[in-house]
């Protein structure tokens, strides 16, 4: 099974902010790698895919990059509706597997 | 509007079983695989379980593997997930997901429904 390491597990930042939040797999999975945003009591929403590309509707705020086994999201100009839980996930191969997740909390 | 709403879930005792749903409107649902993904209260999401559109490739989280059935009925444009043997940690929101893209088994997801809680509990 392929295991995706995301760290911080938290991370605590001001509006205005730049953050990065980084995901490692444990074998090569391309770029096959999205980005989910949740936030309390809502279901996960999908920010990038392919490791890179922009969901429709999603502001270019959020960014993707990686191959193979590292990724990063990085969100620029933090507002208040950014503070939330992000998860990465590969959908290389089965059994599809998620990051434990980044707290974004305001500082 | 794509549209996937659970159901079945409750309050179940160890050992026994429960069938949860997700109705799909708003697309052709023959043609995207679907899942199944749970998060257990204070906790990060897992994936349980996938399926393609044709029923062809099923996957499995090593924590459900022999317990835990999908299937999809086309003509109830329906996905299931027939959970047996159930234990404490098991506990959880359970969502369906439609994955991206058309015809296609690894895909991304979107969108995610708004999930059933299974609570087991004696």
């Known amino acids: 099974d392929i295991q995706m390491t995301q760290s911080p597990s938290s991370l605590s930042a001001s509006v205005g902010d730049r953050v990065t939040i980084t995901c490692r797999a444990s074998?090569?999975?391309?770029?096959?790698l999205a980005w989910f945003q949740q936030k309390p009591g809502k279901a996960p929403k999908s920010l990038i895919y392919?490791?890179?590309s922009f969901q429709s509707g999603v502001p270019s705020k959020f960014s993707g990059s990686g191959s193979g086994t590292d990724f990063t999201l990085t969100i620029t100009s933090l507002q208040p509706e950014d503070f939330a839980t992000y998860y990465c996930?590969?959908?290389?191969?089965?059994?599809?597997?998620f990051g434990q997740g980044t707290r974004l909390e305001i500082k | 509007e794509v549209q996937l709403v659970e159901s079945g879930g409750g309050l179940v005792q160890p050992g026994r079983s429960l069938r949860l749903s997700c109705a799909a409107s708003?697309?052709?649902?023959?043609?995207?695989?679907m899942h199944w993904v749970r998060q257990a209260p204070g906790k990060g999401l897992e994936w349980v379980s996938g399926?393609?559109?044709?029923?062809?490739?099923?996957g499995y989280a090593d924590s459900v593997k022999g317990r835990f059935t999908i299937s999809r009925d086309s003509a109830k444009n329906s996905l299931y997930l027939q959970m047996n043997s159930l234990r404490a940690e098991d506990t959880a929101l359970y969502y369906c997901?439609?994955?991206?893209?058309?015809?296609?088994?690894?895909?991304?997801?979107?969108?995610w429904g708004q999930g059933t809680l299974v609570t087991v509990s004696s």
């Open positions: 708003g697309f052709t649902f023959d043609d995207y695989a």
């Open positions: 399926i393609s559109w044709n029923s062809g490739s099923i």
């Open positions: 996930q590969q959908y290389y191969s089965y059994p599809m597997t």
């Open positions: 997901a439609k994955v991206a893209a058309a015809r296609t088994v690894y895909n991304w997801f979107d969108p």
């Open positions: 074998q090569g999975i391309s770029n096959y």
């Open positions: 392919a490791a890179s």
